[in-house]
């Protein structure tokens, strides 16, 4: 896993307000509040909610659909993301890859006894999951980045159209060796172990088109399901309930909204099923937040840590509630500068810049400064990366969070549309899109 080692927090004036003394602007958008179809109704299972505990390694997700899996297939607890710079010079070598990826990637999610060892040579398999791979809830989920389109003139106009680097908002301290990339993978498994095992596969087989350029674990604490039979979220590393108010994964119809580009986008006709993908890796200053008082850190997200309802929402509620910010205009119950006011203010036109998060709590031991290194894997996905991650992002700049969490790495990505059946391959659409240019008139 790559290490870093991101810039040192700012001390502020001694007798300073922790709401009036910002550390500059921006954050990762770390809880989204939506206004439609909100994750947690009775029987869900989707993105937001916490994993359950006691996760059956039987557990199978299908490589195979319209969509890849991965994006609205519900959450379990272990996660990694992995960026790679690619070696390819031409769409031969792009298509060899791919099948020979989407070969990899179907047998590590239906699992299976591994080949035979020739003792001379090479074991074929790690082995760290022993001789029969089970599929452990695993979903691997591709995506590329602008990197790859931008320095091959047979793909640069098929790039698409909102895809480019992330740049730095504000508040990022961005460290160029953990962002960006040729292309992204999404590994979620119900054990770290599944995952870790998955990637040395791929790196294993596909080293001569793809090199390491940076890796961070994650991971989802289990929560059981409250006494109403609904399904909590999971807490941050903050201690608060993290994607309360996540669009619902199963609704359909909002995430043909929401989520997957289709005609109704502006994109290349190869992207459609796809999405794009925002990560961000966000530290978060721990010991200082732990020193805040607890009404303080509630009005800085707009929550009840506790429950995770939102502030002045009254006994009994549930971070389910709907905030009513129409009777709070001055910002006297959640103040207006709250996480998740910003976020999402619940206006007719905020409703355009809801996206899907997906995200995981992550641990890297001790930073240069002495401090923990933990923090938030975000990651999102949306239709318009302009009207969504971004125009969130821009929101929040400035937000009284930003004193105890710093954006150091990620990236935008687009997710491949799925596999549509064993006869398929991750990318056809492009790599076809590529050919028909290369032998139309020009």
């Given at each position: ?7 040192r927090p ?5 007798g ?5 003394v910002?550390?500059?602007?921006g954050t990762?958008?770390v ?10 109704s ?9 994993p359950?505990?006691?996760?059956d ?9 319209i ?22 010079q ?7 890859m791919?099948?020979?990826?989407t070969e990899r ?5 239906h ?10 040579l090479?074991?074929?398999?790690s ?7 089970e599929?452990?809830n695993?979903t691997?989920?591709?995506?590329f ?11 640069a ?6 895809l ?10 961005l460290?160029?060796d953990?962002c960006?990339g ?19 596969d791929i790196v ?5 088109f ?5 890796s961070?674990?994650?991971s989802?604490?289990?929560a059981?399901?409250m006494?109403?039979?609904?399904e ?9 309930h993290d ?11 909002l995430?043909?909204e929401?989520v997957?580009?289709g ?7 190869w992207?459609?099923?796809g ?5 961000r890796?966000?530290r ?20 009840a ?25 001055d ?26 998060r997906r995200a ?14 933990q ?29 105890y969490?710093k ?7 687009y ?28």
């Amino acid at each position: 896993m790559t290490t870093f080692k991101p810039s040192r927090p700012k001390h502020h004036p001694r007798g300073a307000s922790r709401r009036q003394v910002l550390v500059g602007f921006g954050t990762g958008a770390v809880a989204l509040a939506g206004g439609r179809a909100l994750a947690g109704s009775e029987g869900d299972e989707q993105v937001a909610v916490a994993p359950k505990g006691n996760a059956d390694q039987l557990q199978r997700q299908s490589f195979y659909g319209i969509h890849q899996a991965g994006i609205t297939t519900a959450r379990p607890a272990a996660g990694l993301v992995t960026a790679f710079d690619l070696i390819v010079q031409s769409p031969d070598d792009l298509e060899t890859m791919l099948r020979l990826l989407t070969e990899r990637i179907s047998f590590l999610m239906h699992g299976g006894e591994t080949p035979t060892a020739d003792p001379k040579l090479p074991p074929p398999d790690s082995g760290i999951l022993g001789p029969v791979i089970e599929p452990d809830n695993l979903t691997i989920t591709v995506s590329f980045g602008a990197s790859l389109f931008e320095g091959r003139p047979w793909l640069a106009p098929l790039k698409p159209r909102q895809l480019v680097r992330m740049t730095q908002f504000p508040n990022d301290a961005l460290d160029r060796d953990i962002c960006h990339g040729d292309l992204a993978i999404q590994f979620n498994a119900n054990l770290q172990d599944t995952n870790i095992h998955a990637l040395r596969d791929i790196v294993k087989n596909l080293s001569q088109f793809m090199v390491l350029r940076w890796s961070q674990e994650g991971s989802v604490p289990v929560a059981a399901p409250m006494e109403d039979g609904r399904e909590p979220t999971a807490r941050n590393f903050l201690g608060f309930h993290d994607g309360s108010a996540n669009p619902n994964s199963t609704d359909t119809a909002l995430m043909n909204e929401i989520v997957w580009v289709g005609p109704h986008n502006d994109e290349p006709e190869w992207a459609h099923g796809g999405t794009y993908q925002a990560v961000r890796i966000i530290r978060n200053f721990v010991e200082r937040w732990d020193r805040t008082p607890l009404r303080e850190q509630e009005e800085i997200f707009g929550r009840a840590k506790a429950t995770g309802a939102p502030l002045g929402a009254g006994p009994g509620a549930t971070e389910y509630d709907t905030p009513d910010y129409a009777s709070d205009p001055d910002g006297a119950i959640t103040p207006l500068d709250a996480h998740i006011r910003l976020a999402n203010p619940r206006t007719r036109a905020s409703e355009e810049n809801l996206i899907l998060r997906r995200a995981f709590n992550y641990s890297n031991g001790v930073a240069s400064s002495g401090q923990l290194d933990q923090g938030l894997l975000f990651i999102a996905y949306q239709a318009d990366l302009e009207k969504g991650f971004i125009a969130v992002q821009n929101r929040l700049n400035g937000e009284p969070l930003e004193e105890y969490i710093k954006p150091v790495g990620g990236g935008y990505f687009y997710a491949l549309p799925g596999v549509r059946d064993p006869g398929d391959y991750l990318g056809r659409s492009l790599v076809e899109a590529v050919r028909r240019r290369a032998t139309s008139p020009s």
